[in-house]
């Protein structure tokens, strides 16, 4: 079975601080990874995934994340944060079956100190 | 382009009732499938539908079900309300296809049930 763990429910850094949010995966076959935001009473963002190409991938406001096969881990960063950046990620794998089943880890909330 | 709409956004229901909730995907859109959030269980699935199909669920009790229409927009509908089915609702439409999820599924805000 496949399933994702997010180290930390709770991230706090200092504005301008470097980001690092991080996520492993169990998966029995190659896997395909997602990064989400969520702001407060909103729905899910997706801020970038990975789809087997490159293993270093970039998405929007700055994040990336690299895919580590050997680590099993899809860890998000940011080199700078901004006070916008404040909000719940969480880190997804696409279920190995057919269908658009995603599996979320239990999510982290970033807090970013001015 | 609209984005993932769900309707309504809050809901107070009482303890044994119904409720029906909707989501009407992206235009173009075939597949929607539904999460559960709460604060101790996190995100968690509830089913898929493909091409008015249900294509994968989740493990949730009988109570839980849903339905697609030609026009691939959804409902999904809880009976016999439980104070634990307290959560926020969210639908999310893909373009995928077949294939397990590799395109991006869109997220609706949610609708936000409170079950007194």
């Known amino acids: 079975a496949q399933s994702v763990t997010q180290l930390g429910s709770h991230v706090s850094v200092s504005e301008g601080a470097l980001v690092l949010l991080r996520c492993n995966y169990s998966?029995?076959?190659?896997?395909?990874l997602f990064w989400y935001v969520q702001y407060p009473n909103q729905g899910l963002q997706l801020l970038l995934k990975?789809?087997?190409?490159?293993?270093l991938v970039k998405g929007i406001n700055g994040f990336e994340a690299e895919f580590k096969k050997s680590e099993t881990s899809f860890h998000l960063t940011k080199p700078s944060a901004h006070m916008s950046d404040a909000a719940e990620y969480f880190c997804?794998?696409?279920?190995?079956?057919?269908?658009?089943?995603?599996?979320f880890g239990q999510g982290t909330e970033l807090s970013v100190k001015p | 382009k609209a984005g993932v709409t769900q309707t309504p956004r809050y809901l107070i229901k009482t303890r044994g009732q119904q409720v029906t909730l909707s989501c009407s995907p992206i235009?173009?859109?075939?597949?929607v499938s539904w999460y559960q959030q709460t604060p101790g269980q996190g995100l968690q699935f509830l089913f898929e539908?493909?091409?008015?199909?249900?294509?994968n669920k989740g493990n949730f009790p009988g109570r839980f079900s849903g339905r697609q229409f030609s026009n691939s927009r959804s409902e999904m509908n809880v009976s016999t309300l439980e104070l634990g089915d307290s959560a926020l609702y969210l639908c999310?439409?893909?373009?995928?296809?077949?294939?397990?999820?590799?395109?991006?599924?869109?997220f609706g805000q949610g609708t936000r049930l409170t079950v007194v």
């Open positions: 539908y493909f091409s008015e199909t249900q294509r």
């Open positions: 235009s173009g859109h075939r597949s």
């Open positions: 998966s029995s076959v190659p896997p395909y």
């Open positions: 999310a439409s893909s373009s995928g296809t077949g294939i397990r999820m590799n395109t991006e599924a869109f």
């Open positions: 990975y789809t087997s190409a490159a293993t």
């Open positions: 997804a794998v696409s279920d190995q079956r057919q269908g658009g089943k995603l599996i």
